[in-house]
């Protein structure tokens, strides 16, 4: 019996760590299964950040050429501006000849280093630039269907569609093309029949945006809300001191002439000889919606085209997309209102008078931003804000960064006056599209939180939301952000030719910025660190008592 209970007893923990052993080998294998599959979501983010990383690789890549060039065509001016003077200079003057050291560079530079692709061409632009420019940007176009682009600008511009082209209108759509019809028949555009130019539909198209001015002018239904501007002879400055020469434009204010801050929807025609979704005309329509960004923060940009047999091409910039879609076309025979098209082209600048003054696609709902005291409460679609909004005023012409891409990421930095409860003081104003990295503000209220030295204060902030500009897989974010004044860049320390540093005071600063850095990448207790990425002499900045700041961690990496 005893032996009989040793053999059960036996059996039972035979039994027991045979289960022991197979939980065990489950366990195991549940393990490694967990093991592998954080190892594939890890390959997969890294090789999803080796693709974000190499893009801007070639966009920086791309910026070298591009800056080669610019160097290269300077160079060449130098050297004839030089031989000139030189062959100029009589033989016994005792001015001596200059050489190309006596052109020196500024030094001066902007708070944002990065380099950006320039807002307009230097010279005169030609078709190839243009072509070159709408290829590159290819892949943020999509051609979708009319409604769903005026969609994408917001239930009121939705609205404003469904009333002027549903029939409320019908009978002043009918007068307008009368209007236009007329006019065309007193200038003598005869364009029936033949290949009709460029020229022909420019004053074509100038006649129908005054025709539709003139006959809101005496309607009671809609006020005009812009103001037609025949530009294409007109050199308008860019912000690099370049001119470009847009076909025309419409402005929301009558007191302002045409500018590139003042144009709210621009407008490029050509002949014939020239479809209007070619990339000629679509490069045209692109550096033109640079250049309009260039001068203050723009939720979106509206551009025309107008090309063969007049027809006519809506392009609607938002943050990271590019959208056109066909939107009809003049009446190609003077008198012909029943023309294929006409109508919507009509209704469309109806609804453009409609909605534009109320939302001009500002970063603010009004027309400019910057004009009087602007609220952080009064920002488009501004959330999260806990505690009272500070008021920001632009007190000079100066824009001190900025970083101007049509893929969305887009910065503006602005020297602004401040009032917060009962506080006064000069800051800096910083808003930015950008496209899935890491908030600026939790970055930097990490930094802050850790006490890293040298940081400027980050006064308030508040987030954007991409109301109707998401799409498919490109989601943007704006944040626009109150940071406390940090002084200027460390280059302009250098600039005119005289060290306005000790030996001593630009050790005791640079070992403040890598101070900053190397606190700023060590892992705190929850395992956390930031990376700038953007390290410029445009974003290391001194204080006038000497204390220096790191700024700008909007391409910063919170991991």
């Given at each position: 019996?005893?032996?009989?209970?040793?053999?059960?007893?036996?059996?039972?923990?035979?039994?027991?760590?045979?289960?022991?052993?197979?939980?065990?080998?489950?366990?195991?294998?549940?393990?490694?299964?967990?093991?592998?599959?954080?190892?594939?979501?890890?390959?997969?983010?890294?090789?999803?950040?080796?693709?974000?990383?190499?893009?801007?690789?070639?966009e920086f890549r791309q910026w070298r050429i591009e800056q080669a060039k610019r160097d290269e065509i300077q160079t060449q001016l130098l050297s004839k501006l030089i031989d000139a003077q030189n062959g100029a200079l009589s033989s016994n003057m005792k001015t001596p000849a200059m050489t190309r050291q006596s052109y020196g560079r500024s030094g001066a530079a902007s708070h944002s280093g990065t380099p950006q692709v320039a807002g307009s061409m230097q010279g005169k632009p030609d078709r190839?630039?243009?072509?070159?420019?709408?290829?590159?940007?290819?892949?943020?176009?999509?051609?979708?269907?009319?409604?769903?682009?005026?969609?994408?600008?917001?239930?009121?511009?939705?609205?404003?569609?469904?009333?002027?082209?549903?029939?409320?209108?019908?009978?002043?759509?009918?007068?307008?093309?009368?209007?236009?019809?007329?006019?065309?028949?007193?200038?003598?555009?005869?364009?029936?029949?033949?290949?009709?130019?460029?020229?022909?539909?420019?004053?074509?198209?100038?006649?129908?945006?005054?025709?539709?001015?003139?006959?809101?002018?005496?309607?009671?239904?809609?006020?005009?809300?812009?103001?037609?501007?025949?530009?294409?002879?007109?050199?308008?400055?860019?912000?690099?001191?370049?001119?470009?020469?847009?076909?025309?434009?419409?402005?929301?204010?009558?007191?302002?002439?045409?500018?590139?801050q003042n144009l709210s929807v621009v407008v490029e025609i050509k002949g014939d000889e020239l479809k209007n979704d070619s990339h000629w005309i679509r490069g045209q329509v692109l550096c033109d919606f640079r250049d309009m960004s260039q001068s203050e923060p723009r939720r979106f940009m509206v551009g025309l085209a107008v090309a063969r047999h007049g027809s006519v091409r809506v392009y609607l910039y938002t943050p990271g997309r590019i959208y056109s879609a066909s939107l009809g076309c003049?009446?190609?025979?003077?008198?012909?209102?029943?023309?294929?098209?006409?109508?919507?082209?009509?209704?469309?600048?109806?609804?453009?008078?409609?909605?534009?003054?109320?939302?001009?696609?500002?970063?603010?709902?009004?027309?400019?931003?910057?004009?009087?005291?602007?609220?952080?409460?009064?920002?488009?679609?501004?959330?999260?804000?806990?505690?009272?909004?500070?008021?920001?005023?632009?007190?000079?012409?100066?824009?001190?960064?900025?970083?101007?891409?049509?893929?969305?990421?887009?910065?503006?930095?602005?020297?602004?006056?401040?009032?917060?409860?009962?506080?006064?003081?000069?800051?800096?104003?910083?808003?930015?599209?950008?496209?899935?990295?890491?908030?600026?503000?939790?970055?930097?209220?990490?930094?802050?939180?850790?006490?890293?030295?040298?940081?400027?204060?980050?006064?308030?902030?508040?987030?954007?939301?991409?109301?109707?500009?998401?799409?498919?897989?490109?989601?943007?974010?704006?944040?626009?952000?109150?940071?406390?004044?940090?002084?200027?860049?460390?280059?302009?320390?250098?600039?005119?030719?005289?060290?306005?540093?000790?030996?001593?005071?630009?050790?005791?600063?640079?070992?403040?910025?890598?101070?900053?850095?190397?606190?700023?990448?060590?892992?705190?207790?929850?395992?956390?660190?930031?990376?700038?990425?953007?390290?410029?002499?445009?974003?290391?900045?001194?204080?006038?008592?000497?204390?220096?700041?790191?700024?700008?961690?909007?391409?910063?990496?919170?991991?």
């Amino acid at each position: 019996e005893q032996a009989k209970r040793d053999r059960q007893a036996e059996e039972k923990r035979r039994e027991e760590l045979k289960q022991w052993h197979d939980e065990q080998a489950k366990r195991d294998r549940q393990a490694e299964e967990k093991r592998r599959e954080e190892l594939k979501q890890w390959h997969d983010e890294q090789a999803k950040r080796d693709r974000e990383q190499a893009e801007r690789d070639e966009e920086f890549r791309q910026w070298r050429i591009e800056q080669a060039k610019r160097d290269e065509i300077q160079t060449q001016l130098l050297s004839k501006l030089i031989d000139a003077q030189n062959g100029a200079l009589s033989s016994n003057m005792k001015t001596p000849a200059m050489t190309r050291q006596s052109y020196g560079r500024s030094g001066a530079a902007s708070h944002s280093g990065t380099p950006q692709v320039a807002g307009s061409m230097q010279g005169k632009p030609d078709r190839n630039m243009y072509i070159e420019t709408s290829q590159r940007h290819e892949k943020l176009c999509k051609e979708v269907q009319l409604d769903d682009l005026i969609e994408f600008l917001g239930a009121d511009w939705k609205s404003g569609w469904d009333s002027v082209n549903g029939g409320d209108f019908k009978e002043d759509i009918d007068e307008i093309l009368d209007s236009y019809a007329s006019k065309c028949d007193d200038d003598g555009l005869k364009m029936a029949g033949g290949k009709i130019g460029e020229k022909t539909y420019q004053a074509a198209f100038g006649v129908l945006a005054e025709a539709v001015q003139s006959h809101l002018s005496n309607s009671s239904k809609i006020k005009p809300g812009m103001y037609w501007y025949d530009t294409h002879n007109m050199h308008l400055k860019c912000d690099n001191d370049t001119t470009r020469k847009p076909d025309g434009g419409f402005t929301v204010s009558k007191r302002c002439g045409p500018s590139w801050q003042n144009l709210s929807v621009v407008v490029e025609i050509k002949g014939d000889e020239l479809k209007n979704d070619s990339h000629w005309i679509r490069g045209q329509v692109l550096c033109d919606f640079r250049d309009m960004s260039q001068s203050e923060p723009r939720r979106f940009m509206v551009g025309l085209a107008v090309a063969r047999h007049g027809s006519v091409r809506v392009y609607l910039y938002t943050p990271g997309r590019i959208y056109s879609a066909s939107l009809g076309c003049l009446p190609l025979t003077a008198g012909d209102k029943a023309a294929e098209g006409a109508s919507e082209v009509v209704a469309f600048l109806l609804l453009l008078h409609k909605q534009l003054p109320m939302d001009s696609g500002y970063l603010a709902k009004r027309k400019g931003i910057f004009s009087t005291w602007l609220n952080f409460s009064e920002l488009a679609d501004a959330r999260e804000q806990k505690r009272p909004s500070p008021s920001v005023r632009h007190y000079c012409s100066e824009v001190y960064g900025r970083h101007s891409h049509l893929n969305a990421q887009q910065t503006w930095v602005y020297p602004v006056q401040y009032e917060a409860a009962g506080e006064k003081g000069i800051a800096f104003f910083k808003f930015q599209w950008e496209f899935e990295n890491d908030d600026e503000t939790a970055i930097h209220e990490f930094l802050l939180a850790r006490k890293v030295p040298h940081v400027p204060e980050l006064l308030f902030s508040t987030r954007i939301t991409a109301k109707g500009f998401a799409s498919d897989d490109w989601v943007c974010k704006g944040e626009a952000m109150l940071i406390d004044d940090a002084g200027e860049s460390i280059i302009s320390k250098f600039g005119g030719g005289e060290l306005l540093l000790s030996d001593a005071e630009i050790v005791d600063i640079f070992a403040g910025y890598t101070h900053t850095l190397i606190a700023a990448a060590a892992v705190d207790a929850n395992n956390k660190l930031v990376l700038h990425r953007d390290i410029s002499t445009g974003n290391l900045m001194v204080k006038n008592d000497k204390s220096p700041y790191i700024i700008d961690w909007g391409y910063g990496r919170l991991c």
